[in-house]
């Protein structure tokens, strides 16, 4: 009697198996939504999907100005894939040339995206325009005051120009904003070696 039952439960068990399996090969084969993958953490394809929705020419406003924001990060963080990965520079300058366009462009249609002054921030703190950088930080704390990463953006670039006591100001009051921001507390002490952190 017991032989008989586990004679029945492996066939079952190898439906099981092969409908799980035809599952995740259906599955597979549909294709990913665009504005998934554009918002996506995987650069090359983000870009991709990104610009083709932008060329596809049906969003206006706010909705392409989030587009373009996410291509723009994704070219971003492309740039530093081309330079940690491939070791192509001049691929990264394009990047960068292209986030930064994609990131003014975002602001031009949605002027209270805070998230794009800040990100466009680190672009000119990477390209050494600690004035444009700051200026940005400026009009992303004006939109929104609590935003720590432009406060903590903002000491960076001020302690590139030698604006020590400003930049110390700007690392207490992101600290202020949130005690557990462990950037600030170490780009406080790091001195030259800081690095600026991007928003979603």
């Not at 995987?42 to 969003?59: K, M, Q, W």
């Not at 600690?130 to 000491?155: C, H, K, M, V």
Request: include cysteine; charged fraction near 20%.
């Amino acid at each position: 009697m017991k032989k008989g039952k586990g004679l029945l439960r492996r066939p079952l068990f190898c439906l099981a198996v092969l409908a799980y399996l035809l599952a995740g090969t259906l599955a597979a084969a549909e294709p990913a939504d665009p504005v998934l993958v554009c918002a996506g953490d995987a650069p090359v394809a983000a870009v991709s999907a990104c610009t083709a929705i932008i060329d596809h020419g049906e969003l206006d406003g706010v909705a392409l100005a989030t587009i373009i924001y996410d291509r723009a990060r994704a070219l971003h963080h492309r740039s530093h894939w081309f330079v940690a990965i491939q070791g192509g520079e001049s691929a990264a300058a394009r990047d960068l040339r292209g986030a930064l366009a994609d990131y003014s462009r975002a602001v031009e249609r949605n002027p209270t995206l805070a998230a794009a002054y800040v990100n466009r921030g680190i672009i000119h703190y990477e390209m050494g325009e600690f004035a444009l950088a700051i200026a940005d930080y400026d009009t992303a704390i004006s939109l929104r005051p609590n935003l720590a990463e432009a406060w903590n953006n903002r000491s960076l670039a001020r302690h590139r120009l030698g604006q020590y006591d400003l930049a110390k100001a700007d690392f207490d009051q992101t600290i202020r904003l949130n005690k557990n921001y462990g950037n600030a507390l170490i780009n406080r002490e790091l001195g030259p070696f800081m690095i600026p952190f991007g928003t979603r």
